[in-house]
């Protein structure tokens, strides 16, 4: 009998936990991955922008792809390939060239596939494919402080620890690495499958830190030393999220998983941005992408599929960095910016900008300031 009430009383304590976890989960902020056909003009949420040239013509060097932009200690970091050259470059606040921090081909410390940058110290922390190196601000190699094949491309420190986010199934959100420590060993899936997962990691203000993962429905916050729940993902049952789709793959061939995935019409994040005012997001519906704008104060949302730059009549695309003083940086390459055809006739400020770059053949970053 004493058994039989010892049971009854562990399902009710199981009961009423799993209720508990539900109403907190119920309880976070939604961002809502809603479709949107609406073409917006950016006067609906920009009120100002400008373009930082960046002057590599001047410096002698040549700029590939832009595939990100930090700003780091006032500096704007390039993240950029070129060729079979993929690396960091640093430009002043004027646009000025000031060196290649880490790169494959140049520079005293040559690291394979640099991935993310962060600041360290009074120096920077790379972390590659192969670990997690330190390197001064004028591009001098300093060390390999952690030597491990990483299991993502983002990460952060905090407390002599770098935490890299996976995006590697199986494996829980992050892993943990110290230096003079273990480090755990990951098991890698084939590069098809790895390929498919991809995280973002948000840092702004001094600790803010926001995890966001393909395999989760839910955006964590690190806070004394964990991640804890933030808000909450959703999406309708027409895309539902990779997350929820990934999830549908237990115990598939690999084969079996990319046909499974790639036949069901799914949401999946690209970019998400925040800082203290702000959250904004690009992400795929099935085969349409769509952008949302989110004021935190009031959690409204503003969707959008598409956007006119009727401000000067210039490019829009999609943003790299979401700034401080509320900020979104978009690089855009000189090809871009001289092919662009202004069709607002009522906006042609943009005409300047276009000959300059067509003269100097200089990239820029648009900045635009959110209302």
Same mark, same amino acid.
């Given at each position: 009998?004493?058994?039989?009430?010892?049971?009854?009383?562990?399902? &009710?304590? $199981?009961?009423?936990?799993? /209720?508990? /976890?539900?109403?907190?989960? /119920?309880?976070?902020?939604?961002?809502?991955?809603?479709?949107?056909?609406?073409?917006?003009?950016?006067?609906?949420?920009?009120?100002?922008?400008?373009?930082?040239?960046?002057?590599?013509?001047?410096?002698?060097?040549?700029?590939?792809? !832009?595939?990100?932009?930090?700003?780091? /200690?006032?500096?704007? !970091?390039?993240?950029?390939?070129?060729?079979?050259?993929?690396? $960091?470059?640093?430009?002043?606040?004027?646009?000025? $060239?000031?060196?290649?921090?880490?790169?494959?081909?140049?520079?005293?410390?040559?690291?394979?596939?640099?991935?993310?940058?962060?600041? #360290?110290?009074?120096?920077?922390?790379?972390?590659?494919?192969?670990?997690?190196?330190?390197?001064?601000?004028?591009?001098?190699?300093?060390? +390999?402080?952690?030597?491990?094949?990483?299991?993502?491309?983002?990460? &952060?420190?905090?407390?002599?620890?770098?935490?890299?986010?996976?995006?590697?199934?199986?494996?829980?959100?992050?892993?943990?690495?110290?230096? =003079?420590?273990?480090?755990?060993?990951?098991? &890698?899936?084939?590069?098809?499958?790895?390929?498919?997962?991809?995280?973002?990691?948000?840092?702004?203000? +001094?600790?803010?830190?926001?995890?966001?993962?393909?395999?989760?429905?839910?955006? &964590?916050?690190?806070?004394?030393?964990?991640?804890?729940?933030?808000?909450?993902?959703?999406?309708?049952?027409? #895309?539902?999220?990779?997350?929820?789709? @990934?999830?549908?793959?237990?115990?598939?061939?690999?084969?079996?998983?990319?046909?499974?995935?790639?036949?069901? =019409?799914?949401?999946?994040?690209?970019?998400?941005?925040?800082?203290?005012?702000?959250?904004?997001?690009?992400? @795929?519906?099935?085969?349409?992408?769509?952008?949302?704008?989110?004021?935190?104060?009031?959690?409204?949302?503003?969707?959008?599929?598409?956007?006119?730059?009727?401000?000067?009549?210039?490019? @829009?695309?999609?943003?790299?960095?979401?700034?401080?003083?509320?900020?979104?940086?978009?690089?855009?390459?000189?090809?871009? %910016?001289?092919?662009?055809?202004?069709?607002?006739?009522? =906006?042609?400020?943009?005409?300047? %900008?276009?000959? =300059?770059?067509?003269?100097?053949?200089?990239? %820029?970053?648009?900045?635009?300031?959110?209302?």
């Amino acid at each position: 009998m004493k058994q039989y009430v010892y049971f009854i009383l562990f399902l &009710f304590v $199981f009961f009423i936990s799993c /209720n508990r /976890n539900q109403v907190i989960n /119920n309880d976070l902020p939604v961002i809502l991955l809603d479709n949107s056909n609406d073409i917006l003009p950016i006067s609906s949420f920009i009120e100002d922008l400008d373009y930082l040239e960046l002057k590599v013509t001047e410096a002698g060097i040549e700029l590939g792809d !832009i595939l990100d932009v930090k700003v780091l /200690n006032g500096d704007y !970091i390039i993240y950029q390939r070129r060729a079979n050259e993929i690396g $960091f470059l640093r430009f002043n606040q004027s646009g000025d $060239f000031l060196n290649t921090v880490v790169s494959n081909k140049r520079g005293s410390g040559k690291i394979k596939n640099p991935l993310d940058i962060i600041i #360290y110290n009074k120096d920077y922390a790379v972390l590659a494919e192969d670990g997690i190196y330190i390197v001064a601000k004028d591009g001098e190699y300093k060390t +390999k402080l952690i030597a491990a094949q990483m299991p993502g491309s983002k990460f &952060f420190q905090s407390n002599n620890k770098f935490y890299v986010l996976n995006e590697v199934p199986d494996n829980g959100l992050y892993t943990i690495y110290a230096q =003079h420590e273990k480090t755990e060993k990951i098991t &890698f899936p084939e590069d098809r499958l790895r390929e498919m997962g991809k995280s973002n990691l948000i840092e702004y203000g +001094k600790n803010d830190i926001r995890l966001i993962s393909s395999y989760s429905d839910t955006i &964590f916050s690190f806070e004394k030393n964990e991640f804890t729940p933030e808000s909450r993902i959703e999406s309708s049952e027409e #895309y539902p999220s990779f997350a929820k789709v @990934w999830r549908n793959t237990k115990g598939k061939e690999t084969l079996e998983t990319l046909k499974y995935i790639h036949n069901t =019409h799914h949401t999946k994040i690209k970019t998400y941005l925040e800082n203290d005012s702000y959250i904004f997001l690009t992400y @795929w519906l099935g085969s349409y992408q769509t952008s949302a704008l989110i004021k935190k104060d009031t959690w409204t949302t503003l969707y959008f599929s598409q956007a006119v730059n009727n401000l000067d009549g210039g490019i @829009w695309n999609t943003p790299s960095y979401l700034s401080d003083n509320n900020n979104l940086l978009i690089p855009i390459t000189a090809y871009k %910016v001289s092919g662009h055809i202004i069709s607002d006739k009522r =906006h042609r400020e943009f005409e300047k %900008v276009q000959l =300059h770059i067509a003269a100097s053949g200089n990239p %820029v970053i648009m900045r635009c300031s959110l209302k």
